[in-house]
């Protein structure tokens, strides 16, 4: 069986970290235009959140910025628990891959991180 979902799209929010007993999290929004314009003659977006943790959380947070556009490869995690007497339902993309698609801004991040790393060494 596979569960494995491929998204091209921009960063919509959740440019963040928060600190959790489990670790660094940041729950960044990726917005995907559909292929398809609806009844009125418009593309709908979906948005996809995504769970990043430690260090590809850090590095995300640090040198991607909203509206970047990303390439996401990962699995649907779907979990359910239940609010007020009401059942609920989470869908959340858990990344293996979040890269950056834009090349004008990869080549900023190289070198940034490039700078970075002789900064340390030093």
Known sequence: MVNNIV???RIANGLEIKNTKN??????SVAVQSKR?????????????????DKKAEKT???FKIGDIVSVT???????YE???EKR????????DFSLVSPVREKEIN?????FDKDIEM
């Open 89 to 96: 339902k989470t869908i959340k993309i858990i990344p293996d």
């Open 23 to 28: 670790g660094n999290v940041a729950n960044i």
């Open 111 to 115: 070198k940034q991180q490039n700078d």
């Open 74 to 80: 990962g699995e649907v995690d779907i979990s359910s």
């Open 7 to 9: 998204l091209v799209g």
């Open 37 to 53: 314009k609806n009844s009125e003659g418009i593309y709908k977006t979906n948005f996809f959140d995504c769970e990043l943790w």
């Open 83 to 85: 609010k007020d007497g």
């Open 61 to 63: 947070v640090d040198y």
